[in-house]
């Protein structure tokens, strides 16, 4: 993204700030959080991507943030707060890609999310802060306040003046490459309707050469579709979901309950019997 100094000068804010969180929506830390920021910024908008993600589940956090934050303006501040070391002495950090502004725990949230060229930053807590800080809920008391000013003008570099030296990154695994050919990748999510997210792509395997292709996963082969009503109601299947990755399903269904899956849970891609070709040059083509 270029040099620091660009990359703040460059910051122009759009007035959205988005909110990932743990909190659920049965207590009031959402709503308290959004209180303070429309307080200092009362022009922001504020999207929810999601505050359903189980407690002190960073690196589900981290899946929701990856897939969402593109879709939205240049300018947007997204803010992620899946925080189990509240109140310790980690860092918080204020990251720059893209033209969008990212404030998140220095927990590994952020790692999937930025590339190479982003900028991150190691947020000045008294810089932002309200003015009593609780130690259990930086959410409302320092991201809050941070997100508004972002939002409201301030430049990145009045409130994180330095880059942050080290960052915790988290491991993702990815899809490998199998011997005999084709490719096995981990569930990396399970949505809401029980559909299983592979961390497959359409990078890897394009729908349009997986034709006569396979999933296999615990014990069973299942068809490569293009879409649910390909196979018949309640018949498990493979497709290429909204997130762009390969994903286990159950037409009108339940695939994580029925077959018993879940993060982590390996899952092949191979090409069926009589499919002509090396199943990884088909997957490029």
């Not at 990815?174 to 990078?203: E, I, K, W, Y």
């Not at 068809?223 to 290429?240: E, R």
């Not at 286990?248 to 309950?257: H, L, N, S």
């Amino acid at each position: 993204m270029g040099s620091s100094t660009a990359s703040i000068a460059s910051w122009a804010p759009s007035g959205i700030v988005t909110l990932t969180t743990d909190f659920g929506q049965r207590d009031c830390f959402v709503g308290v959080m959004k209180g303070v920021l429309l307080g200092l910024a009362p022009r922001a908008v504020v999207v929810d991507l999601t505050h359903e993600v189980a407690a002190q589940d960073v690196r589900a956090a981290a899946f929701h943030l990856r897939h969402a934050w593109s879709w939205f303006p240049e300018g947007t501040v997204h803010v992620a707060v899946v925080d189990p070391g509240v109140g310790s002495e980690r860092q918080i950090l204020l990251a720059l890609q893209d033209g969008h502004a990212f404030l998140a725990p220095d927990n590994g949230l952020l790692s999937g999310v930025l590339g190479p060229r982003a900028e991150v930053r190691s947020l000045e807590l008294a810089r932002v802060a309200l003015p009593e800080v609780s130690r259990t809920f930086h959410g409302r008391d320092v991201f809050a306040p941070a997100a508004a000013r972002l939002a409201g003008g301030v430049g990145p570099g009045t409130i994180a003046a330095r880059l942050a030296a080290e960052w915790v990154r988290l491991e993702w695994p990815g899809p490998r490459a199998l011997a005999g050919g084709g490719f096995q990748a981990p569930v990396q999510h399970v949505d809401r309707f029980g559909n299983a997210v592979t961390a497959l792509t359409r990078t890897e395997l394009d729908p349009g050469c997986a034709q006569g292709w396979l999933a296999r996963t615990r014990g069973r082969e299942l068809p490569l579709a293009a879409t649910y009503s390909d196979v018949q109601p309640g018949q498990a299947l493979a497709l290429l979901g909204s997130f762009g990755c390969w994903e286990i399903a159950v037409r009108e269904g339940d695939a994580a309950r029925s077959l018993g899956l879940a993060c982590g849970e390996p899952v092949e891609f191979c090409p069926g019997p009589g499919t002509a070709g090396p199943p990884t040059e088909r997957a490029r083509c």
